[in-house]
């Protein structure tokens, strides 16, 4: 399904939750090998995880820039009252962390991808 029409038919946390439910299959079926075939496989989900890690980084900058312009407007509240700037610029700091460390899973699942491009399966 393309992207746009995917994102037509779906919101945010949806597209979210589903890409968590996807994770959690492929660790189902690749457990003990489980579906694997080949080396060409481990290829292919390598590819399609490093082209995840690579846009994670956008978009937890994404999440965070929306929480900043909320938080700028007044629109944004600590759920115990408390000064929401600290809550604020800790979950921004987060993000900003959790998007550098999807930097490097992809710099590495990039790396991973070029070194098995060779695998073949013995005879």
């Known amino acids: 399904m393309p992207v746009t029409e995917l994102a037509s038919t779906m919101t945010p946390c949806e597209l979210a939750t589903q890409a968590a439910r996807a994770i959690r299959a492929l660790n189902e079926l690749t457990?003990?090998?489980?579906?694997?075939?080949?080396?060409?496989?481990?290829?292919?989900?390598?590819?399609?995880?490093?082209?995840?890690g690579r846009d994670l980084p956008q978009l937890c900058e994404?999440?965070?820039?929306?929480?900043?312009?909320?938080?700028?407007?007044?629109?944004?509240?600590?759920?115990?009252?408390?000064?929401?700037?600290?809550?604020?610029?800790?979950?921004?700091?987060?993000?900003?962390?959790a998007g550098q460390a999807a930097d490097m899973m992809a710099a590495a699942l990039n790396e991973a991808l070029g070194a098995s491009v060779p695998l073949i399966p013995s005879r």
């Open 62 to 97: 994404q999440l965070a820039r929306f929480l900043v312009i909320k938080h700028e407007d007044g629109q944004l509240a600590h759920g115990s009252g408390m000064d929401p700037d600290p809550s604020v610029t800790e979950v921004i700091e987060a993000l900003a962390a």
């Open 31 to 52: 457990h003990g090998g489980g579906e694997l075939t080949s080396p060409g496989d481990v290829r292919d989900i390598v590819a399609s995880l490093e082209l995840v």
